[in-house]
Structures are given as C-alpha cells and as structure tokens.
C-alpha cells in the first residue's frame, strides 16, 4: 500500500504518531510504514524521542522564556546555580534537587515557574527523614511550607541515624527532594551549565 508523503508527514511528523499508530490507522504493516518513512527520508524518532513524546502528547509540559526584567535574569542565574550545585545531573530523565532549606526549595520552584513556565501539577516530591524525625510532622511541615497539594509528596523514606553528623542532626524536617520528570528540560539546563 502506497502512503503519500504528506500524509506521513502530518501524521509522523506533526501528530507525532508512532509507525505502529499509523499502520493501524491506515489498515497496513509497521514494516510498511517505516519502508515509506526510509523511502521519504523522513527520520525516525530514537526510542528516548518516542517515549518522550508518548509521555508528553500535548506537547512540552514547559515553555522556555527569556528573563525581561533584571529581577527575572538575577533569578534565572540563581535557579541555574541552585541547580548546578544542588541538583543531581546523572539522573538523565529528570530534573532533581534536594536540600532541607524550604525558602532554597520555594527558590528553585520560582526558578523553574518563571523561566520554563513549568506544569507545577508535575511537581512531585521524595522526603527523607532521618532517625527518630517523625515522618508525619515533616510531611506537614513541607506541605504547609510550600502551598502544594499531599498527593504530589511521595512515600517517606525513612534512614536510620548513623553517628553524630552535623547534616542529620540539622535535617529536623528531613530532606526534601524535588523531581521534574522531562528529559528535555533537564538537557536544556544541563547545557545552559555547560556553556558557563
């Protein structure tokens, strides 16, 4: 079956439809359509490209904004250096950043609200409470700290208190780990990292 090359395009291209999606759609094999994608020299989309894309059917949950103000460039510098020194960069599919300090944590969501425009029902959040903290108390603490809903607080990991460390014994309200899952958004300011 013959598919014309601007019906591939709309679909593969612009609806972002998988090979598989579009040979139901038009009643024929995923080898076919792949075969006219080659044949139009129309690039497949790599297995991280088709997840993504999967996960994020609307489009990006983000949009990047230059910083207009000097307010708004002082804290997109802040928000990248926060990052770079408190994120975790080898997770490659997610922005992560942890730190007991809520006005640090309230910083860094102020980061990603103003200059990605970010989703925040995508926020979701990891708490770690060491030895006898209770896990209840510091929930409502960072709940009531930041203004976001408990169902974007995940289970809390509880660790046992090993020696005297100063660190553990200043997390009274454990440690709160902020998650961003999108690969894309995590290479952007990644790369804005490395150009410094």
């Known amino acids: 079956m013959m598919i014309t090359a601007e019906k591939l395009r709309r679909y593969y291209l612009e609806d972002k439809l998988s090979s598989s999606e579009i040979a139901k759609k038009l009643k024929c094999s995923a080898s076919g359509v792949n075969y006219w994608l080659l044949r139009y020299s129309i690039p497949k989309r790599n297995i991280s490209d088709a997840i993504y ?32 020194g408190e994120g ?42 060491f030895g006898s903290v209770d ?25 046992a208190k090993r020696g005297t460390g100063t660190y553990k014994h200043s997390a009274k309200y454990g440690v709160l780990i902020v998650y961003f899952n999108n690969k894309k958004l995590r290479d952007l300011i990644c790369q804005t990292i490395e150009k410094l």
């Open 53 to 84: 894309y999967k996960r994020n059917p609307k489009g990006d949950p983000f949009s990047a904004k230059l910083p207009q103000t000097t307010q708004e460039g002082f804290l997109h510098g802040l928000g990248i250096g926060l990052y770079w």
């Open 88 to 129: 975790n960069k080898r997770n490659t599919n997610s922005l992560r950043l942890a730190n007991t300090d809520p006005r640090l944590i309230k910083k860094y969501i102020e980061f990603l609200r103003s200059a990605y425009c970010i989703d925040e029902n995508k926020l979701k959040f990891g708490l770690q409470v």
């Open 135 to 159: 896990g209840k108390e510091a929930l409502n603490f960072w709940i009531k700290s930041l203004g976001f809903q408990r169902k974007q607080f995940q289970k809390i990991v509880h660790i």
